[in-house]
C-alpha cells in the first residue's frame, strides 16, 4: 500500500521559498511549468491576492526534510 503523498516546501527545487517546487514534486511535474502558472494566476487575479497566496503557503506548508521524502 502506498503512502500517501504530502505537500512540502521543496529544497531541491527551491528558488525564493520552495513553494512552487513543493506544488511540482506534490503534482509530479515540472517546477517551472508551476512558477509560470502561478505568474499568470497572479497576473489576471492580482498581484496582492498572489502576493499574499505565495507568502501564506510559505508560512503554513512545512520545509521538506530528508526523512520527509520518499526514496528515489
Do not use: N, Q
Not at 35 to 59: C, E, S
Request: aromatic share 8%; hydrophobic share 50%; proline share 6%.
Amino acid at each position: 500500500m502506498e503512502k500517501p503523498r504530502r505537500l512540502y516546501r521543496s529544497e531541491e527545487h527551491r528558488l525564493l521559498g520552495g513553494v512552487c517546487g513543493g506544488l511540482a514534486e506534490y503534482f509530479k511535474t515540472d517546477p517551472v511549468l508551476v512558477r509560470v502558472i502561478f505568474v499568470l494566476i497572479t497576473i489576471l487575479l492580482g498581484v496582492i491576492l498572489g502576493l499574499v497566496a505565495y507568502i501564506v503557503m510559505w508560512i503554513i506548508v512545512p520545509r521538506a526534510s530528508s526523512s520527509d521524502l520518499p526514496a528515489k
